[in-house]
């Protein structure tokens, strides 16, 4: 039996924007392991540079993972230690890694967490909706039908929903949002955090849809959206009595589909039509 102790995996959180966003322990870290797997090795240099980190790169990602956590573990079984990152944040949040943790903790390698930003907590951070209990749904479908369907599913859920989503679908993922959660319903679009051009814009809904489709610059970028669950006050329930009277009417006198809305959704029949 080999004498030889096994090498540790560190799971190292890097900044998401601001290069600065890095913690000495990170930094530590990353400059005395032996090797580093990196998510693009391009990508990661210039932060490595920066802080006069070394250390040799090797590539992790989501086209070669399966392949790659074989040949990490016969490192990590050899006694080298390992470090995990990804382009930006926490690894494994929305990003390559968790085959490459599970495999080496079923190994019985130890899996250390050098923890540092995340884009869905730092927005969450600021955004001003609850956030003592929260959802992190990563992206949503990139299809519309199976985009709405995932949120027709959660469209009932009571805590803060945190979404990603990248710069050519934000607008189409606000609008099925609105259609679905309903056009009151408060919501946070955070765009490029830490970065030169950050903006967190707080407004219901159908208001963010008209701002992200009149402002192109609110279409560029990395995007965080955070929507408020859905709760039982008074503009919660109109909210939703708005969105599915507008479904009704399409089919149904406005007075008719009034009522039903009403009923259904418990909102006040006046408030949505006047007879």
């Known amino acids: 039996m080999s004498s030889h102790q096994t090498g540790c995996l560190w799971v190292v959180a890097t900044p998401i924007g601001h290069r600065d966003d890095i913690s000495a322990r990170a930094i530590e870290t990353l400059r005395n392991v032996t090797v580093i797997a990196a998510e693009d090795t391009r990508h990661s240099k210039p932060l490595l540079l920066q802080h006069n980190i070394s250390t040799p790169l090797i ?10 956590v074989a040949a990490i573990l016969r490192r990590l079984e050899q006694g080298e230690s390992v470090a995990l990152i990804s382009d930006a944040g926490t690894p494994l949040i929305s990003d390559p890694g968790f085959r490459l943790v599970r495999a080496a903790r079923e190994a019985g390698i130890r899996c250390a967490p050098v923890p540092g930003a995340c884009a869905a907590i730092a927005a969450l951070s600021v955004a001003g909706l609850p956030s003592d209990r929260f959802v992190f749904e990563g992206f949503l479908p990139a299809k519309s039908a199976a985009r709405r369907a995932r949120l027709q599913e959660l469209a009932g859920d009571s805590r803060t929903l945190i979404f990603y989503e990248s710069s050519h679908r934000v607008l189409e993922s606000l609008t099925d949002m609105r259609d679905v959660f309903g056009a009151g319903r408060a919501a946070v679009v955070a765009r490029e955090l830490t970065k030169l051009f950050e ?29 408020a669950g859905r709760g039982d006050d008074v503009d919660d329930r109109l909210a939703e009595g708005q969105r599915v009277f507008a479904l009704l009417r399409q089919e149904l006198p406005a007075a008719k589909a009034a009522k039903l809305a009403a009923a259904i959704t418990g909102a006040p029949r006046k408030a949505l039509y006047e007879v």
Do not use: C, M, Y
């Open 59 to 68: 590539a992790l990602h989501e086209h070669n993972e399966r392949e790659a």
């Open 199 to 227: 903006t967190v814009l707080s407004e219901p809904l159908g208001d963010l849809v008209e701002r992200v489709a009149s402002d192109a610059n609110q279409q560029r970028g990395e995007f965080v959206i955070l929507v």
